[in-house]
């Protein structure tokens, strides 16, 4: 038996006969650009997240810089956001104009370390960016209490964070915005490419639904220069459907985090996730961390276990920002993690014995002595 790192027909199988009538719905209205479904979903989706509005926009990549131009974040502006993330988030704030400025990440937790934030800010910051990493909520409190004391907006970039809780509410409404992605494997995810912007402000959501329509209003009158980052109306009728299960799923995730928690516990020199005291996780992925990394994964290949490295170059060494002057060393505990860091399948619907089969494969590892049978590359 193999084990992939995502199984997307098991939910596509679990909402089959309530997601079919629906698509086949808007097959027949035509309605496919900003159709009655869309403002259904954003309708649902924000009260899911416990705010007052979200606005579909096409990806998540789309939602940071909607966000930030929103808030009218541009040119000369900094915005202060973690080293340890997808590209996504600093590109956003690239494509914006504004400069991403990298805080290294907390060890025990991968996400931003909010005792780092202060030491990188400047005049021209503008705001702070935090990401829920791996599903965890990032340390907002001391986030916020540094926005409000410099008077900073804080955009949560929630995009592997749906449903997660910090301190009993969900993330999506702790700053002036959040945005969440909506790409397949996300623990809500589209058939397709979509994502949402929440906010409690309906000046900014105003503003963000604008903003994805050409800069209008009433069709035709253009009052700023506008995208076109609709969520599209098939999207957001499967979305829909996916959201009223995505409870249930998350718990599904978090039970088998705690299988391999459980079952990985003493075993070789793995060190499995933690999880901050007052957090609900909703472990998009769930990331072990030893120093025999890469040997471990060639060995869960060959056993047909599916596992892949988020993120194996830290975004301050990436080719696409080598005129930002970043170097090697730069942050420290962002690069060790990179060296070291891998995600174990996880899905919702994954099964126990799924989880058993891929500890199994990584006790064996671990109990074969170093010297012998091939260390793959490098380890
Ligand atoms: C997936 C992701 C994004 C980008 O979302 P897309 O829908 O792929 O554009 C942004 N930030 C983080 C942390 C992500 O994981």
Sequence with gaps: MSVPFVDLKWQMAAIKAEVEPRVQAVLS???????????????????????????????GLDAIKLALRALDIGPGDEVITAANTFIATALAVSSVGATPVLVDM??????????????????????????????????????????????????????????????????????????????????????????????????????????????????????ERGENSRLDTLQATILTVKLGRLDEWNASRRRAAAWYSE?????????????????????????????????????????????IIHYPVPIHLQKAYADRGWKKGDYPETESAAGEIMSLPMFAGIAEAQVDEVCAAIREFFDRPVT?????HGG
């Design 372 to 376: 012998g049978g091939p260390r793959g």
């Design 106 to 223: 907390d060890r025990r937790t991968f996400n931003i370390d909010p005792r780092l934030i202060e030491e990188r800010l400047t005049p021209r910051t503008r705001a702070i960016l935090p990401v829920h990493l791996y599903g965890q909520p990032a340390d907002m409190d001391p986030i916020i209490e540094i926005a409000a004391r410099r008077r900073l907006r804080v955009i949560e970039d929630a995009a592997q964070g749906h449903g997660a809780r910090y301190r009993g509410r969900r993330v999506g409404g702790f700053g002036a915005a959040a945005a969440f992605s909506f790409y397949p494997g996300k623990n809500l995810g589209a058939c397709g490419d979509a994502g949402v912007v929440t906010t409690n402000d309906p000046a900014v959501a105003d503003r963000v639904a604008t903003l994805r329509n050409y800069g209008s209003r009433v069709k035709y009158y253009h009052d």
């Design 29 to 59: 209205n035509c309605n496919f650009i900003l159709g009655a479904e869309v403002a259904e979903f954003e309708k649902a989706f924000a009260a899911f997240c416990e705010c007052r509005c979200a606005v579909g926009v096409a990806s």
């Design 263 to 307: 079952r990985l516990r003493g075993v070789g020199d793995v060190v499995t996730p933690e999880t901050m005291n007052g957090v609900e996780h909703v472990f998009h992925l769930y990331v072990i961390r030893t120093k025999r990394r890469d040997a471990l994964m060639q060995h869960l290949a060959e056993r047909g276990v599916g596992c």
